[in-house]
Structures are given as structure tokens and as C-alpha cells.
């Protein structure tokens, strides 16, 4: 499979199928095909992703997660577009390499990678609400795991680190885009006496340590 | 006339008109002009009270255009990110737009609506018009997000999003189609809405579908 980013308001992705070969994209992604091109539906089922899984996820609030991947077959052209603006990246995934990208960002990957969807991180509301609640944010994340390649978009540009062993960095909790699988990732909070005796909430931000590769994304 | 598109990501076509030429463009897509540019509507009721009740009351599509004319100055945006494409009609031939990405036309380009039928399904498409422009002339656009050219040979066809198409030769036919999502009865109730178009001619897509914008977004 061959995938190329063309445009650069709102980039689209150019894949070239050979014959019988797969690429699975979200449903809706598809900005055109030629008519060699076969359109089969892929069941998280049949990806290993079990449904009591699923429906966990969107317990959790995940409502972007679906069911099913519409699947592409070779031979020939498929282009597909997130319909927004921001950096399109093509990422071959070496075998065993696993990479936790934020739900929303994927735009299609080859049929050989192993998918799964999860949950990065978590973190409950600093202070109860009217209800005595403190409702918790889930960060979603889809895990890729290689062999193969992925392409996904960010929104804005996207800034690479890579990690050594115990090197740390803090993003916005907004602002990660992806992070492998050998990246720990924990919430945190910075907060001030300047923000606590003015009454502002502490704010929750990603304490990140190496190693691997982390993505940031710019338009978060 | 003249015309020249500034600026990449939420570009303007500035145009320079000589005394008494005029162009015409949707209404609320001036930038800014020269105090010297005059102003004026052309309305729109061909195919009789029917066809025009139908194209605005239903399609949403204009009464009138708004006109403008020379000497002077007169810039034009669709105030969205997208490419602006400048092109030239030879006499005679005839082009389509897809509804609201016309941003300005020379008064010598014959202009006309059209209206694609969708698929009819409930719950799915229900179609959407394109502008006819029959040359001789120079007329702008603007996509949502890039613009990918394409040239279809006879017969040649190629399926594409519903929301993808932005400009096609009138010679090139286009008709809405459901794509089944995998087969049986779930893959046709899964199927989306997409457009078979078959050449000869030239199609232009844009890579942001317009019916994903925010809503109350412009454009």
C-alpha cells in the first residue's frame, strides 16, 4: 500500500492499492475511489476488538467509536479527507511497534495493523459539581500496532519528540496527538496559590515519560 | 477585467473592472471596493414563478444576484478557508458549480441552475443545485479546503463523497447512488451517500465536504 498526503489547507490522503490489498478507514472518510475499488464493511469483531469492549467505551463517553471500519480493496485509487485543516502523516509501523493515537485522528491504516481501541488516561473534575459529583474526562486513544502503515491527521502542525529512558515532558491534556505504547502517561495538575486564592480551577495537564516517540499536535 | 486571488488559507479574489464592466456574484461576498463601483441586482426568476419559488424557498438559493460595475476596484471572499480558482470560459461552453462556491462571474457568462437529484432514501440525500455558466467569459471560485483536478475520458467514471464535488464540465454526468457497506441486508442499511460521475470532461473535488462544517458556519 502506498498513502500520500496531497493538498495543504485541508490535506487528503492518496492511497494506491494493489490488487487485494486493504486499507480500513472510518466510515464517512472517503473523498473518492475509482470503481475497481471494492467496498466491504470490517467488524471490530473481526479485528479482535470484542463487543463488550466497545460497549465499555462508550459507557465511558466515547461516542465517536464505532462498530464497524469500512474496508477498501485493491486494486486501484481510494482518497480520503478528515474534512479540516491541519498536517497529514503517513507512519509505517515496523512489526511489534505500537503507537496510542488520540480517537479522532485516524484516518486509515493498512489492513496488516493491529488495532485496538482504549482508554490513555483519565482524570476526574478537581471540584464536585452541583450533585456532589465529580464527573471524570477519559482521553480515548486508538493503539496501532505495526506491522503497517497508518495515517492519521492533527489538528495544526504536529512537533515529534522522541523520548530517552525516565526523560519526562508535560503537554496540554489538548495538545498530545500520540504517544507509543512505552510512553507512560499520567495526569497531573498544576495549580498556583495565585489560582487557588483567586478561586481558578487547578489545570489538569499530561506528565509524560520516555521512552518513545511523542507527538504533540499545535491546534489542539 | 482582471483578476487576482490574494492571501492562501482564506483567500480574496480582487478584481479590476474598466468603465461599464461588470461581473455578478451571490449577495454578502464583498470584501471591500472602490467608492467608484456601482451597484445593482439581477434577478433570477428563469423557468418561470414555480421554478423560482422552488430554488428559493427550497433550494435556499438566491432571488437575486448582486452586480457590479466598473471603473474601480471590488474584492470578494467566501470567508472560509479553501483555494480560489480563477477560470476562463470559451464562447459556447458550459460548466457547473456546486451551490455557494461561485464567488464572482463576468456579465457576458450565462448563468442557470440546475438541480441533482439525491437518492431519495428518507433519512439520506436529498440532492443539491449547482450554477450552469455558459461562456464566453471569466468566472471565480472557491472550494472547502483544496481543490484536486481530474480528467475523465469518454465513458471513464469514478465515484466521489456527495460533498466532494465543487466544479465539473457540463459534459460530464453526475448522478447519486447509495454504496452498500459490505453486502446483505446491514450493508445496504450501513451504505452511504456517494456521486458517480462519467467523463468526458474535467471534475474539480474539494477535500472538505461543505455539510461538515460547523453549523452556523459560513459558506
Redesign the interface.
Known amino acids: 500500500m502506498q498513502a500520500d498526503s496531497?493538498?495543504?489547507?485541508?490535506?487528503?490522503v492518496l492511497v494506491t492499492l494493489r490488487h487485494g490489498e486493504k486499507v480500513l478507514a472510518a466510515?464517512?472518510l472517503?473523498?473518492?475511489?475509482?470503481?475497481p475499488v471494492q467496498?466491504?464493511?470490517?467488524t471490530m469483531k473481526s479485528l479482535g476488538v470484542s463487543r463488550t469492549h466497545l460497549m465499555g467505551m462508550h459507557a465511558l463517553g466515547d461516542r465517536d467509536e464505532s462498530y464497524?471500519f469500512?474496508?477498501f480493496e485493491g486494486p486501484g485509487h481510494v482518497?480520503f479527507?478528515r474534512?479540516?485543516?491541519g498536517e497529514v502523516r503517513v507512519l509505517p509501523l515496523a512489526a511489534g511497534e505500537t503507537l496510542r493515537l488520540r480517537d479522532g485522528h485516524l484516518i486509515c491504516f493498512e489492513e496488516s495493523t493491529r488495532y485496538y481501541p482504549m482508554v490513555l488516561a483519565q482524570y476526574p473534575a478537581p471540584y464536585p459539581d452541583a450533585n456532589g459529583q465529580r464527573p471524570v474526562t477519559y482521553l480515548f486513544a486508538d493503539e496501532l500496532t505495526g506491522p503497517g502503515t497508518i495515517v492519521y491527521q492533527s489538528y495544526g502542525n504536529i512537533l515529534s519528540f522522541q523520548l530517552q529512558p525516565g526523560e519526562r515532558m508535560r503537554t496540554n491534556v489538548a495538545s498530545l496527538l500520540a504517544a507509543a505504547n512505552t510512553v507512560n502517561v499520567r495526569v497531573d495538575w498544576l495549580a498556583s496559590p495565585a489560582m487557588t486564592s483567586s478561586g481558578g480551577p487547578p489545570l489538569p495537564v499530561l506528565d509524560l515519560t520516555g521512552p518513545g516517540r511523542v507527538l504533540v499536535h499545535s491546534g489542539a | 477585467m482582471q483578476v487576482e486571488v490574494k492571501g492562501?488559507?482564506i483567500p480574496i479574489a480582487l478584481t479590476t473592472l474598466g468603465p461599464g464592466e461588470q461581473i455578478y456574484c451571490e449577495g454578502g461576498l464583498m470584501v471591500y471596493s472602490d467608492p467608484t463601483i456601482g451597484f445593482g441586482y439581477r434577478w433570477l426568476t428563469q423557468g418561470g414563478v414555480a421554478a423560482t419559488l422552488k430554488r428559493t424557498l427550497v433550494g435556499g438559493l438566491p432571488f437575486q444576484l448582486h452586480e457590479y460595475t466598473g471603473p474601480g476596484y471590488v474584492a470578494f471572499s467566501r470567508f472560509r478557508?479553501?483555494?480560489t480558482r480563477v477560470v476562463e470560459l470559451e464562447a459556447g461552453k458550459a460548466v457547473d458549480v456546486a451551490e455557494h462556491s461561485l464567488l464572482l462571474a463576468t456579465s457576458t457568462i450565462h448563468y442557470d441552475t440546475f438541480y441533482v437529484q439525491g437518492t431519495g432514501r428518507i433519512g439520506r440525500m436529498i440532492g443539491f443545485w449547482m450554477d450552469r455558466l455558459t461562456g464566453p467569459g471569466t468566472f471565480a471560485f472557491q472550494g472547502?479546503?483544496?481543490i484536486?483536478k481530474f480528467t475523465l475520458a469518454q465513458g471513464e467514471?469514478?465515484?466521489?463523497?456527495h460533498g466532494?464535488l465543487v466544479m465539473k464540465d457540463a459534459s460530464v454526468t453526475v448522478r447519486a447512488y447509495n454504496?452498500?457497506?459490505?453486502?446483505g441486508l446491514?450493508?445496504h442499511a450501513?451504505s452511504?451517500e456517494?456521486l458517480r460521475v462519467e467523463g468526458p470532461g474535467e471534475i474539480y473535488?474539494q477535500?472538505?465536504?461543505p455539510s461538515?462544517?460547523a453549523p452556523g458556519g459560513p459558506g
Not at chain 1, 496531497?6 to 487528503?12: C, E, M, T, Y
Not at chain 1, 467496498?39 to 470490517?42: A, G, K, Q
Not at chain 2, 467514471?157 to 463523497?161: F, G, K, L, P, S
Open positions: 496531497v493538498g495543504g489547507i485541508a490535506p487528503a466510515h464517512g472517503m473523498l473518492y475511489k475509482e470503481q467496498v466491504h464493511r470490517r464497524f469500512a474496508e482518497s479527507s474534512d479540516k485543516g | 492562501d488559507y478557508p479553501g483555494e472547502h479546503g483544496n484536486l467514471a469514478m465515484d466521489i463523497d466532494a454504496q452498500p457497506l459490505g453486502g446491514v450493508g450501513l452511504f456517494a473535488l477535500t472538505i465536504d461538515k462544517q
